[in-house]
């Protein structure tokens, strides 16, 4: 049926027709729609530290803590802008408490974490355990956890906040509480007493202490806090992540990532929280490693060293404390520029929600040459 004068005019008053009734004409969209290949729906794209600690330093002389509770500046992809999006489904940024400064307990449906990047003051109540925080700790928070932070110490404290809610709001599952009571004590025993802050009620370090011996799984005790999703170790220690890392130096590692650990739930071995996996990755010095694209999406800190990574043909140079986000389907690689000294990456993705779902799908390229690895 070939378009005609007469047809053509038809069409147009349809086309507006459709927009006021809000209806879509397939026929005009199907080649945005109907894809070969999974749309990138966010860039690469990176936070340099140089640039935004002093913006950090700014924000902790000049906005009080009350106004949002927690003072953060959120790394947001530009696709998204100013929607606080890193990625589709990941949501990072970097905090700062100054001595002295408080968030008031609350509890939320997106899961939650802090890596922490300097100072050594912080600490994170979770459930009843005070968590301290030092540069390289890993803080999770699963969905439902109450949790309230502050600084114990005498410096700023800046850690980067993780959280899956991107994907919580796209499910119009993200809620926020800020109610929180505990059992009365003294004249009020027997009664619920809403708090600002919770009663410490486990031992110091009990995360680390109770779970930290990695294939030594406590045979006595629950292993559910909380609502019961996601980890029962609160806290993964620097030291004991980057000793293992520096055992395993000598491994051949993931083509892909290098020497790359996941932390995962102690009690079950599965990632630390339904919907994101946690890693550490060692590329050794000079390392380059091989290039890969997948449907899940990775934020990037870097711990430690220099180097680039290689996102859809652009390079990204990195150092010492730099973020950068990696989108679905775009294909990356990473080289340690340094002949003599480690880079060592913080990388949190959404591969566990990918692979739920059962739309998990990886492609490497060598040579030129494109292969499946999954899907
Ligand atoms: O520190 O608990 O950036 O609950 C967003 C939500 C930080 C936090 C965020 C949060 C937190």
């Not at 009734?21 to 530290?49: C, F, G, H």
């Not at 790394?75 to 949501?91: D, E």
């Amino acid at each position: 049926m070939a378009e005609t004068a007469a047809t053509s005019d038809i069409r147009a008053k349809m086309r507006a027709r459709a927009k006021d009734l809000s209806l879509v004409e397939l026929w005009a969209i199907i080649a945005d729609l109907e894809t070969k290949q999974p749309k990138k729906n966010a860039e690469p794209y990176m936070w340099r530290w140089d640039d935004f600690y002093p913006l950090a330093q700014q924000a902790g002389k000049t906005v009080p803590i009350e106004e949002s509770e927690r003072r953060a500046l959120l790394f947001t992809n530009p696709s998204y802008y100013p929607k606080p999006y890193m990625t589709a489904t990941l949501y990072a940024g970097c905090s700062l408490y100054n001595p002295g400064e408080v968030a008031p307990v609350h509890r939320h449906s997106p899961n939650a974490s802090r890596f922490v990047i300097q100072g050594d003051g912080g600490f994170t109540t979770i459930e009843g355990e005070k968590c301290m925080m030092n540069r390289g700790d890993l803080i999770i928070t699963p969905q439902g956890t109450w949790h309230d932070h502050g600084n114990d110490g005498k410096e700023p404290v800046l850690w980067i906040d993780l959280l899956d809610l991107p994907l919580v709001e796209t499910l119009s599952a993200s809620r926020f509480e800020f109610d929180y009571f505990e059992e009365g004590s003294g004249s009020n025993s027997g009664e619920r007493v809403k708090r600002h802050f919770q009663t410490v009620r486990e031992k110091p370090d009990h995360s680390h202490n109770f779970y930290a011996a990695g294939g030594l799984r406590p045979a006595f005790g629950v292993h559910r806090r909380g609502t019961g999703v996601g980890t029962p170790m609160f806290v993964y220690r620097w030291h004991e992540t980057v000793a293992a890392l520096d055992r395993m130096r000598s491994y051949g590692g993931s083509p892909y990532d290098g020497v790359i650990l996941e932390y995962v739930n102690p009690a079950t071995g599965e990632a630390v929280v339904p919907t994101m996996a946690y890693h550490v990755q060692l590329l050794r010095p000079g390392e380059e490693t091989g290039e890969h694209r997948h449907t899940a999406s990775t934020a990037y800190f870097v711990i430690e060293g220099e180097g680039t990574t290689v996102i859809e043909g652009k390079e990204f140079a990195w150092g010492r404390n730099d973020v950068f986000a990696v989108p679905g389907w775009a294909w990356h690689r990473h080289v340690n520029k340094s002949a003599k000294n480690d880079a060592i990456f913080y990388a949190v993705s959404d591969a566990p929600t990918l692979k739920k779902l059962a739309l998990y799908r990886e492609e490497r390229r060598i040579g030129g040459k494109v292969e499946l690895v999954v899907g």
